[in-house]
């Protein structure tokens, strides 16, 4: 497989990426888990820090972290044709690009990118830490067309429907917030047989949000959540 060209992304990209990660501090000794709970409290400086002189770490790990999601998403969807997918929170779109080289597939990045809330866990609106402008570079000096990429922030732009096989939402809608608002967008667009993957917290019933798709498969458990596959 090709090598993954990380040069178009920044420390501050690197910063994003991983708060989209937090494993990837949490568990590193040092800066990581002190520059995490400043973050919460609303100081990034750490972080920041952490980022400059980390940003090929955090990059790569959470890019192996992409790949092996790829690989496990892959193995449910077998041979289905994908011509087009949408990302759902996509963050800095490091799963998209295995997505493209496994499908060919167009690509539509959605996410809020960012907001006055600092928050994980679970609450009623997302909170965002990303750039879509870095996320298509990335993706382009990676060898997908510009014109396969189109970009979306739904508090920017109304995210319109359109026809897709395949939805992604990992570790946002369904994780950090409710699923059922993107729940009905997937409804809507995936073509019959198509899938919405996404990420289930346990203990917050999101699984009611699938109810009407046609099948329902456990991907993988973690102790937070179910990775489910609901077909249209």
């Known amino acids: 497989m090709p090598a993954v060209d990380l040069s178009t992304l920044t420390w501050r990209d ?7 990660r937090t494993s990837h501090l949490v568990s590193v000794g040092g800066l990581g888990p002190l520059s995490y709970r400043a973050w919460r409290k ?6 920041y820090l952490e980022s400059i002189f980390r940003r090929k770490s955090i990059l790569e790990a959470s ?23 949408f990302d759902i929170g996509c963050g800095h779109a490091l799963i998209d690009l295995f997505l493209y080289r496994k499908y060919g597939c167009n690509i539509h990045l959605v996410d809020i990118e960012t907001s006055a809330n600092h928050h994980h866990e679970w609450q009623i609106s997302g909170a965002g830490y990303a750039s879509l402008a870095s996320a298509k570079r990335f993706l382009v000096v990676n060898g997908l067309p510009a014109e396969a990429v189109q970009t979306t922030n739904p508090q920017v732009s109304q995210l319109e429907d359109e026809p897709c096989e395949l939805m992604l939402s990992l570790l946002s809608a369904g994780f ?7 729940a009905q967008f997937a409804h809507r667009c995936l ?18 949000a699938v109810r009407d798709f046609a099948e329902v498969t456990v991907l993988h ?12």
């Not at 609303?42 to 972080?47: D, T």
């Not at 073509?191 to 996404?198: D, Q, R, S, T």
């Not at 458990?221 to 249209?232: C, F, I, P, S, T």
């Open 14 to 20: 690197a910063a994003d990426v991983a708060l989209q």
């Open 42 to 47: 609303g100081v990034p400086h750490i972080l």
């Open 63 to 85: 890019l192996e972290d992409a790949r092996r999601e790829c690989d496990e998403i892959g193995s449910y969807l077998g041979e289905r044709s994908i011509r087009t997918a």
């Open 176 to 182: 950090h917030y409710p699923v059922a608002e993107y």
């Open 191 to 208: 073509v019959p047989g198509g899938v919405f993957i996404f990420d289930a917290r346990k203990g917050q019933d999101q699984e009611e």
């Open 221 to 232: 458990e973690h102790r937070k959540y179910r990775r489910l596959a609901a077909v249209r």
